[in-house]
C-alpha cells in the first residue's frame, strides 16, 4: 500500500469558525455542497472528496469557499449519505468497528464520484476538474486522476491507498504530508516517491513540520506553526491547480 488504513488520528483535530457561503443541492440521489466563484463560471472546478466527517463539516465547506474564493466552481459530494463519525468522538468510539460495518464499499463511493464527474461536465458546463481529497479522500483522488475524469489532483494526508492505485494515476498529482503520521509515515511518502518516479507525470510530494494527520482540514489554527502548514498546504493546491487547471498550457 502507498498509505496505511484510518486509525483513530483521522477523526481528531480542532472545529473551525466561521460561516459557510456555498448551498446544498442533489446530484443523483445524494446532497451536494455546491460554491461558486465570483463570477459564477464553472470552466474551471475543484472535486472535494472529504474526510469521514463528511461535507456538513464547516472546517471543509470553508476550505470550499477559500477555492472558490481563487476562480474555482467547487462541488463536494457526500460520500456517506450523512453517516459520518463526528469530530473529536468519545474515548469509547470504535474507529475499526465503524470502518468494518459503515463505511461505505468502494463501489459506491465511485459510483457517487462517478456521477458527479458526469453532472460537472454535462449540464454545469465543466471543462476541467481538480481533485482533492483528504484523508478518506486521497484514496478516491488517486483512483479516478484519470483521462476524462479527473484533470490533476491533490491529496493531504491520504489513507487508505493501494500501490497499485497510486501506479494507476495518468495526470499531475501533488501530496502534502505531515511529519508525524502513522497512516502516511515516512515509509509510506519514500514508497509514494518510488512509484511516483517511474510515472511520466508531473509530481510534488510536501513535508510539513511540527503537525499531525488532518493538519491540512484540522489543524489548530490557534498555534502558528499548525496555521502556517494548513494555509500551505492550500496555497500548493491553489498553485498546482493554477498550473495544471487553469493554464492552459
Known sequence: MASNPMQRCCVVGVKHEGTAK??????????TYFMYPENKSTQNAILILTDIMGIDSINVQLIADQFAANGYFVVIP?????NVVPLN???DFDIMKWISTELPNRDVVDRKIEDTIKEMRGSLGVNKIGGVGYC????YV???LKAGKLDAGFTAHPSFVDADELEGI????SIAAAETDEIFPAS???ESEAI?????VPWQINLFSDVFHGFAVRSDLSKPREKFAKEQAFMQAVHWFDEHVKSSR
Open 89 to 91: 468522538p468519545p474515548a
Open 188 to 190: 509510506k511518502r519514500h
Open 78 to 82: 457526500d460520500l456517506f449519505d450523512g
Open 136 to 139: 478518506f479522500g486521497g484514496k
Open 170 to 173: 495518468q495526470g499531475p498529482l
Open 142 to 144: 488517486c483512483r479516478h
Open 22 to 31: 456555498g448551498e446544498i443541492k442533489k446530484i443523483s440521489d445524494f446532497r
Open 196 to 200: 511516483l518516479e517511474k510515472k511520466d
